[in-house]
């Protein structure tokens, strides 16, 4: 069986509270199925030799140094990228390493194949999801993608009974949407039962 390898574009260590609970190490995967307008994360796109492939025993070594942080404040790895839900395999193979004592989140636009999410599942406690928008039109128009593939990632992890486990981010993108839209999206959500949404403005840097 081929050993698997991951190309990582960053591993940033000590954050509180923002990528989930606890003390977290955000790590950062290359590659993404979206082409956003105002990318915030464009090194995850390119190539430029900006990243190091790892195992995922690799990954484990360099994370462990925190290991402690992790389950004093129920923290652990937070994965982004990117989308990290390219690499379900990689994950499931970390988690078998780190076992469950670490927290380990994903910061995912759901933007990918329903099995990788029925994958992760299992090995995932947090999902904060970047909805972009839920409005199919406006959705294509900043992403360059259709969002099917979102929503039945949305309606899975519905009917998997993990819509607690779920903070929803619904950003503000000036000239993309409006507080009305992001409003249509949260019924829309909340249709789902998701009840967690982080409302924020995008900072934007075209590039």
């Keep these: ?14 954050r509180l509270s923002t990528d989930g ?16 307008r105002y990318c915030l994360n464009p090194q995850s796109l390119g190539d ?16 462990r140094i925190d290991e402690l942080y992790f389950i004093a404040t129920n923290g652990g790895v937070t994965f982004g990228g990117g989308e990290p839900c390219l690499r379900p395999d990689f994950i499931r193979e970390f988690h078998g390493l780190c076992g469950p004592a670490w ?7 759901l933007n990918v194949p329903t099995a990788n999410i029925e994958a992760l599942l299992s ?19 900043y992403t360059g993608q259709s969002n099917a ?31 009305t839209d992001r409003e249509n999206s949260c019924k829309a959500l909340e249709a789902l039962s998701v009840t967690q949404f982080d409302l924020f403005t995008y900072q934007l840097r075209k590039h």
């Design 21 to 36: 609970d606890g003390v977290t190490t955000l790590v950062a995967f290359h590659g993404c199925t979206l082409r956003c």
């Design 123 to 141: 090995v995932v406690n947090t999902l904060i999801i970047d909805i972009k928008d839920m409005n199919p039109d406006i959705y294509r128009n």
């Design 103 to 109: 927290q380990l989140n994903l910061e995912t636009s």
């Design 149 to 179: 593939l979102v929503l039945e990632n949305l309606r899975l992890i519905a009917e998997a009974g993990r819509q607690s486990d779920c903070i929803v981010r619904i950003p503000l993108i000036p000239g993309y949407n409006t507080d």
């Design 48 to 63: 430029g030799g900006r990243f190091r492939e790892y195992s995922p025993e690799q990954l484990y070594a360099e994370t």
């Design 1 to 14: 069986m081929e050993k698997q390898r991951a190309k990582i574009i960053g591993i940033a260590r000590h």
